[in-house]
């Protein structure tokens, strides 16, 4: 029973932090300093990616008609150029982040998957998101809907997601909303990509450890997973449709804020522990 509760609390904080700008591997790896699994360190490895299929498929669910490009009208079936048009982006967005988990994934989660690149970089990526607020203060966004982003955004976006793939603590929601802010988008267009983009790369990721991991669950970790992504899911429902309503009104200071604060005091708590 404790590990389902500790697995509850686990889709919890992915399906807060999936979606907001403030790093939902690094609240994970913080919180796995806190509070500890009684399972075997690959299982937990596994764990801690494809309970982020939970957070997926809610994307799916509540944006199924601007993802879904095929359609039926009467007897006829037809591709709405636009959504494929946006699927293309999409894929070259990923490509970048792809070519680096698969050249150098096992490196860079060797060397920075811990309490001092995730505070560093919850620091630098919260000051980025004041600075870049302040500059776009007076200036109006260029891209006001998805089908308007280019080829060349698209890519550019990629490279931002490639830091976060590096760097835990970046966010990959983060480091993508910059680029997008960046280059003109505006900032419910630049989440809404955001969650897009996650569809294929959590899915890819979450796929590609559990092939790792194999098959042969133990009836305890069976349970804490699929409690795990359900948990995931249903906070990532509530969470996606606060946030969307968010900054239709706000900008992302009080994330940059917040990303500043627990920075430092991660880093106090770890070095005078």
Not at 141 to 162: H, L, M, S, W
């Amino acid at each position: 029973m404790l590990q389902i509760l500790i697995s509850i609390l686990f889709g919890i904080v992915e399906g807060i932090t999936e979606w907001i700008p403030v790093s939902s591997t690094g609240h994970m790896i913080l919180l796995e300093e806190f509070v500890k699994f009684d399972l075997s360190r690959d299982f937990l490895e596994m764990y801690l990616v494809v309970i982020q299929f939970g957070a997926i498929l809610a994307v799916v669910i509540l944006y199924f008609k601007d993802l879904w490009p095929f359609c039926k009208d009467k007897e006829k079936h037809y591709i709405q150029n636009d959504k494929m048009s946006m699927w293309f982006k999409i894929v070259v967005s990923c490509i970048p982040a792809v070519i680096v988990e698969l050249a150098a994934g096992d490196f860079l989660e060797d060397k920075f998957y811990n309490f001092v690149c995730v505070a560093v970089m919850l620091i630098i990526v919260g000051v980025v998101f004041v600075i870049v607020e302040v500059m776009n203060k007076d200036h109006k966004p260029t891209v006001n809907e998805i089908k308007d982003i280019t080829y060349r955004n698209a890519f550019i976006i990629g490279i931002f997601q490639v830091i976060a793939a590096a760097f835990p603590g970046t966010s990959r929601s983060g480091a993508t909303i910059i680029g997008g802010l960046i280059l003109g988008l505006s900032r419910t267009v630049a989440a809404e990509y955001t969650f897009f983009m996650a569809v294929p790369v959590m899915f890819g990721a979450s796929v590609m450890k559990m092939l790792k991991f194999g098959f042969n669950y133990t009836p305890m970790e069976a349970v804490v997973l699929i409690v795990g992504c359900i948990v995931a899911f249903v906070v990532s429902l509530v969470v996606i449709k606060f946030f969307m309503g968010y900054i239709k009104k706000h900008d992302f200071k009080v994330f940059g804020y917040y990303r500043i604060v627990l920075g430092i005091i991660v880093l106090l708590y770890f070095l005078l522990r």
